[in-house]
């Protein structure tokens, strides 16, 4: 089947960003330089680059009624990104930011929380419309279903019909989320995640974690400014320098463009060094331009 989609399950929140010349002193009255609503939500920005990259993305949220809700769905839809909403009870995620332009301090309020999308609501998804999914990891347990689910479904399919599986493992707090290294096609994990195991850099998290992986599998690790580390399914360790823009406008969402990157070339049957090397060109871009904006003149080659 021609044409077959790519799914993203995740978080989707509002976020309101506040851009101020300096930090409002408390009880204060002042006005903002300029003010932006944004979708925001690791999976939901995946997803937004990924339309940039001409693929067809789904991505699969809970999201509460209400006018928040209505706002997503209507930013989701002007990208093109299919949300499907698996509607709960509770507030929509949402974040006040405010940005200062004197320090460069990002200040959030988080509100709202809801439940995760749970393995029951992913059955509603008809896998042979896809060629990949990817999830941004938050329930340990349900994402394990998932992810054995698609295994199971792939076992029963010619492996061209085959759905590839990646995660995104990067709350380390989360500690049940730890037990989906061991059942994704390519885990990517974080450096705030690799820190926290105790790994300073990212060639020992690669060691430290590889025993964890089902055989045949990949493991990323984007490292901010020096690119991205990652082990092949053959096991040997490659590397991408990053691509730094002339000048530094909007790390915010790196990570974010980095992956969406990586799953393009290998969704699409490009190597893994091929991948790394694009996502980091590509995230390389993003850091130099405020938002999304004019991603996908990034060049593959
Ligand atoms: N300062 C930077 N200069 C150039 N590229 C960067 C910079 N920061 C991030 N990147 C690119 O973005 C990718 C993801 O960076 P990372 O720090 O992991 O993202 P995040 O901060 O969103 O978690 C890196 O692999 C790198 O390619
Ligand atoms: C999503 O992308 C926006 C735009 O770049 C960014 O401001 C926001 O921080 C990103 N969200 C996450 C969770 O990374
Ligand atoms: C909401 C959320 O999970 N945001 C995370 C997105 O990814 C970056 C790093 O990749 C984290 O720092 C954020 O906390």
């Known amino acids: ?49 990924l339309v940039q990259l001409h693929e067809s993305c789904t991505l699969l949220s809970t999201l509460a009624p209400g006018h928040l809700a ?10 093109g990104v299919q949300l499907i909403p698996v509607w709960v009870q509770g507030d929509c995620p949402s974040s006040v930011v405010i940005s200062s332009l004197h320090t460069g301090s990002r200040t959030i309020v988080h509100s709202g929380k809801l439940s995760e ?11 042979l419309e896809y060629k990949w999914v990817h999830l941004e990891a938050r ?34 707090h989360k500690l049940d989320t730890y037990q989906l290294l061991g059942l994704a096609d390519v885990v990517f994990i974080s450096k705030d995640f690799a820190k926290h195991l105790g790994h300073s850099c990212p060639q020992d998290a ?5 025993r964890g992986l089902k055989s045949r599998a990949s493991l990323v690790c984007p490292w901010a400014e020096f690119g991205a580390w990652a082990l092949d399914p053959d096991g040997q360790l490659i590397h991408s320098p990053a691509f730094p823009p002339p000048c530094l406008v909007d790390t915010l969402g790196a ?40 991603l996908a003149r990034a060049s593959r080659s």
């Open 1 to 49: 089947m021609a044409g077959r989609r790519i799914l993203c399950v995740g978080l989707t929140c509002l976020d309101v960003i506040s851009v101020v010349e300096t930090f409002p002193e408390e009880d204060s009255d002042t006005r903002c330089i300029s003010q932006r609503w944004q979708r925001g939500g690791n999976a939901s920005n995946s997803s937004t680059v």
């Open 206 to 210: 690669m060691q430290g974690l590889k």
């Open 139 to 172: 329930a340990g347990e349900e994402q394990a279903c998932m992810l054995r689910k698609v295994d199971l479904w792939n076992k029963e399919r010619p492996p061209d019909k085959a759905v590839s599986t990646s995660v995104e493992l990067e709350k380390p």
């Open 255 to 294: 990570g974010d463009t980095f992956i969406a990157g990586v799953i393009h070339i290998l969704s699409s049957g490009g190597s893994l060094q091929e991948a790394i090397t694009f996502g980091c060109k590509l995230a390389g871009r993003k850091c130099g331009t405020e938002g999304y904006e004019g």
């Open 70 to 79: 209505r706002y997503l769905q209507a930013d989701a839809e002007r990208c």
């Open 117 to 127: 999308v749970s393995a029951k609501d992913f059955e509603s998804i008809d896998l």
